[in-house]
C-alpha cells in the first residue's frame, strides 16, 4: 500500500436517510426535507468529520402513485448555493442531467456554484433514468441508451470548452482606465455538433477551479467508456468487495487504454452503514428501520430498478435470476447491483427487499465502529476503492454516527485526513487545476 495514499469519503444526501421507509421512525427527520437549515446542518457535520464533499442526486419526476417514499424536493445547485454560505471547506456535488439541460445552462449554474463556494463545485453527469422523467422535458420517451450517452459526450465537451472560453486574467478592472475586461482573454466556442449549438462565450468568468470536478456514476458498457474519458472521480454501485475490485480494475484498465493513469480517478461506491457500540446495537438499528418497511411498496421500488413484475411473487420463494443487462433500459449500475445479489444470495423475495431496504443493495456494513473501519480498510488496501459515498440509512443520526466514531478511528491508522489541505475541491481530491484548453470549434 502506497503510505501517502488516504481514503475519500463523500456524504451522499438524500430526504430523510437511504432506507426507504426510515422515515417512518419517530425520530426521523422526515419533517425537515424542505428546510434548508436541516441541509446546512448536515454539510457543517460532514465538514466537522473533513468529508470530501456532500453529494445531492435528481430526479425529473414524481410518481404520484407511489405514496410511501419521499420525493425529490429542493433544487440540488439552489440548496447547495445556500450550503456553500453555512460552510468553509467542503465540496458541493450537484447531479446534472445531460439529456435534459443544454451545456450553457448548465455551465452558467456550476461556474455560478464555484464562485459562490470559492472553488468546491462539482458536477455528477448523468444521462437520467425514466420515461416518466422525458415527459416534463417535452419527450414522449427517453431516447435510447447509446444516443443518451451520445449526447452525454457533446454536452460536456461543450460545457468545458464554456468554462474555458473566459482565461484566469480575464478581469482586468482597471477604473482609471475604464477597461473591466480583457475582451482579447474572452473568446466563443462556435460549437456545432448533432446535439447543440452552443456560441459562448459564458456570461461568467473562469471558475476559480478552472472548471467543478466532474464526477459520474455510470455501471454500463457505455457509462464505463464515457467515465475512462471525462470523470475525475467516479461513483459507483458494488454490493461486495469482491464486485468492486472487478468494477475498479476493469475502470483502471479503461483509463490506461485512453492516455489517463490508472490510479488518477478515484473510485467512490456507495457505502451503506449501521455503527453501534456492540454489533448487536448496530442490528437492533437496523432492524428499529426495517420494521417500517412496506412490502408493497418494497416491491413496486424493486419492479422499476429491474423492469419485471413481482407483485404477485410468493414471499418466502425464490427470486429467479434476472435476463442479461442489455436489454434493460433503466439505471443500469442499479439493475446489475440486484442481479448480483440474487445470483450470490439466492435469496426469498422478502429476503431480497431486506437487502434492498437502504441503499437499493450498495455494499452494507453492519458492526461497532472498529469492526467497520476494519472492512473499510479491507476494501482501501485491496484496491477495491479510493473511498466511499456514504449513503446514511438516517439523517443525522447514521451521519453523526459515523464521523463521531468512525472517523477518528480511520484518522488515527493514518488512512483518513484530520484537516482539509486546501480550500477547493479539487485541493481536496488530489486534483491539479485544469489548463484552458484552445478551442476547436466542433460541428457535425
Known sequence: MDPTRQLHLNAFIYGAG?????????????????????????ARLAERGCLDAVFFADGQSVNHEYAAGIPWFLEPVTALSAMARATEHIGLVTTISASFYTPFH????????????????????????????????????????????????EFVDAMQGLWDSW????????????????????R???????????????????CPQGRPVLFQAGSSEAGRSFAARYAEAIYSVSWDRESALEYAVDMRRRLELVGRAGNSVPILPGLVTYIGQTREEAREKK??????????????????????????HPLDGPVAGLPPAEGFTGPQGRYLTV????????PTLRELLGFLAAGGGHATMIGTPTEVADEIEEWFISGACDGFNLMCPSFPAGLDD???????????????????????????????????????????
Open 18 to 42: 437511504h432506507h426507504t421507509m426510515g422515515w417512518r421512525h419517530p425520530d426521523s427527520s422526515a419533517d425537515r426535507v424542505g428546510d434548508i437549515a436541516y441541509y446546512e446542518d448536515l
Open 106 to 153: 448548465a455551465a452558467r449554474l456550476l461556474a455560478s456554484l464555484d464562485h459562490i463556494s470559492s472553488g468546491r463545485a462539482g458536477i455528477n453527469v448523468v444521462t437520467s433514468m425514466f420515461d416518466a422523467e422525458a415527459r416534463n422535458h417535452g419527450l414522449d420517451a427517453l431516447p435510447g441508451h447509446a444516443q443518451r450517452y451520445e449526447r452525454a459526450e
Open 167 to 186: 482565461s484566469d486574467s480575464a478581469l482586468v478592472v482597471d477604473r482609471e482606465a475604464g477597461r473591466y475586461l480583457d475582451p482579447s482573454q474572452i
Open 188 to 206: 466563443p466556442i462556435n460549437h456545432r455538433g448533432n446535439h447543440f449549438s452552443v456560441a459562448g462565450p459564458l456570461t461568467v468568468p473562469r
Open 287 to 312: 432492524a428499529a428501520l426495517d420494521a417500517y418497511l412496506d412490502t408493497d411498496s418494497a416491491i413496486t421500488q424493486l419492479n422499476m430498478f429491474t423492469g419485471q413484475d413481482y407483485t404477485s
Open 339 to 346: 442481479q448480483r445479489i440474487i445470483e450470490t444470495k439466492q
Open 402 to 444: 459515523f464521523v463521531e466514531l468512525v472517523v477518528p478511528i480511520l484518522q488515527a491508522r493514518g488512512l483518513f485526513r484530520s484537516s482539509y489541505p486546501g480550500s477547493t475541491l479539487r485541493e481536496t481530491l488530489g486534483l491539479a487545476k485544469p489548463a484552458r484548453q484552445e478551442i476547436v470549434p466542433v460541428s457535425g
